[in-house]
C-alpha cells in the first residue's frame, strides 16, 4: 500500500509540473485576448467557481477569523503582485525565459531567510546562489546588449520582480500553512484574487470594451482557470503530503523545460545558445539549492501545500 501510495504522488507531481509548465506559454497565448488584469480575474473567477462547485464534498470552512486576515496579507504578495507582474512580463519576454527566471524563487526564499529569518547560509549555497545569477545574467542579456536594454529586458525584470513576490509569501507563509487546512488557504485566495482584480479588470473593461477574443484566447483562460489555478494546486498538496519536499522540489524544477519545448513549439520561439546555458545553470543550481538545503535540514516529509519544515527553501509557488 505504501509502494502504490507513493506511485500516485509521483504520478502526480509529474503531472503538476507538466501542467504548471504549459501556463507560461498558455499565458502568452491568453494575453492576445484579454489585458493582464482580464486574464488574471478570469482565471481565478474560474477556479472559485470549481472551488464553490465542489464545496458540497470539500467544505468552504478551515479558516477563523485570525486566518482569514493573515492570508490577505499573503493574498497581496501572491495571487495579488505575483500574477499580475508575471503576467506583464510575459507579454515582453519569451514564456521560455519567464518559466526558467521564476525558477528562480528558491535562490530568493535562501537570501530572504538568511536575511530575514537568521537561517544560516553555507558556503556552498553561496556558491550556488552565485552560479544561478550568473545565469539569470545570460538569460537576461544573450541577445546582446541593445536587445537586453531593450522590451526584454523590462520583461525579464518583471519576472524577476514576480519571483521576488513569490518568495516573500513563501516565507510569510510557512507557518500558516501548518496551521490550517492548505486546501482552505487556497480556496480563499482565489476568492481574494477576484476581489482584488475585479476593480482593474472593469476598468480594462471599460476602457478598451468587451471585444470578444479569439477561441484560442478563451481555450488558453479556460486552461489557466482549470488546470493550473485548480487542479495543478490541488496535485502539489497532494504530492506532497506524501513525498519528501526536496523531491517535490527538483520536480517542480521540470517545469522550465516543460515551459521551453512547448514554447517552441506552439509560439514559434527560438532560443540563443547563450540563453539555453543560462537555462541550465539557473535549474542545475535551483535544485542542488533546494536538494541540499532539504537534506541538511534533515528530510522531513512535506506536509503541506506551500511550504515545508526545517531549515530549507519551501516549495516556490508557480504560475
Given at each position: ?125 553561496v556558491a550556488l546562489i552565485i552560479l544561478s545569477l550568473g545565469g539569470i545574467v545570460l538569460l537576461v542579456g544573450a541577445s546582446g546588449v541593445g536587445a537586453a536594454f531593450g522590451g526584454s529586458l523590462s520583461g525579464n525584470l518583471l519576472i524577476l520582480g514576480a519571483a521576488l513576490a513569490a518568495s516573500v509569501y513563501t516565507a ?148
Amino acid at each position: 500500500m505504501m509502494g502504490a501510495g507513493r506511485g500516485r504522488a509521483v504520478a502526480a507531481v509529474v503531472a503538476m509540473s507538466v501542467l504548471f509548465g504549459a501556463s507560461f506559454p498558455a499565458t502568452k497565448i491568453a494575453l492576445e485576448g484579454f489585458t493582464a488584469s482580464q486574464l488574471i480575474f478570469l482565471r481565478f473567477a474560474l477556479a472559485s467557481v470549481v472551488f464553490l462547485a465542489l464545496s458540497p464534498w470539500t467544505g468552504l470552512g478551515g479558516l477563523d477569523r485570525r486566518g482569514a486576515l493573515q492570508v490577505l496579507v499573503l493574498a497581496l504578495f501572491e495571487p495579488g503582485a505575483y500574477f499580475f507582474l508575471e503576467a506583464w512580463g510575459i507579454q515582453r519576454t519569451l514564456a521560455s525565459t519567464a518559466a526558467v527566471l521564476i525558477a528562480t524563487i528558491p535562490v530568493f526564499v535562501l537570501v530572504l531567510e538568511a536575511v530575514w529569518l537568521n537561517v544560516t547560509v553555507r558556503a556552498h549555497e553561496v556558491a550556488l546562489i552565485i552560479l544561478s545569477l550568473g545565469g539569470i545574467v545570460l538569460l537576461v542579456g544573450a541577445s546582446g546588449v541593445g536587445a537586453a536594454f531593450g522590451g526584454s529586458l523590462s520583461g525579464n525584470l518583471l519576472i524577476l520582480g514576480a519571483a521576488l513576490a513569490a518568495s516573500v509569501y513563501t516565507a510569510m507563509a510557512r507557518r500558516l500553512v501548518q496551521a490550517y487546512s492548505p486546501l482552505a488557504v487556497t480556496r480563499l485566495q482565489a476568492f481574494y484574487a477576484v476581489a482584488m482584480y475585479l476593480p482593474f479588470a472593469a476598468w480594462d473593461w471599460h476602457r478598451h470594451g468587451a471585444d470578444e477574443p479569439e477561441t484560442r484566447s478563451v481555450l488558453a483562460l479556460a486552461y489557466l482557470g482549470i488546470c493550473c489555478s485548480f487542479l495543478a494546486y490541488v496535485l502539489l498538496n497532494f504530492s506532497l503530503s506524501r513525498l519528501k519536499a526536496s523531491t517535490v522540489a527538483a520536480f517542480t524544477n521540470v517545469i522550465p523545460v516543460v515551459a521551453t519545448g512547448l514554447a517552441v513549439l506552439l509560439l514559434g520561439e527560438r532560443l540563443l545558445w547563450g540563453q539555453v546555458l543560462g537555462g541550465v545553470l539557473v535549474v542545475a543550481s535551483v535544485t542542488l539549492l533546494t536538494l541540499q538545503a532539504r537534506r541538511a535540514g534533515g528530510g522531513e516529509e512535506g506536509t503541506s501545500g506551500a511550504g515545508t519544515k526545517g531549515g530549507g527553501p519551501p516549495i516556490p509557488p508557480v504560475a
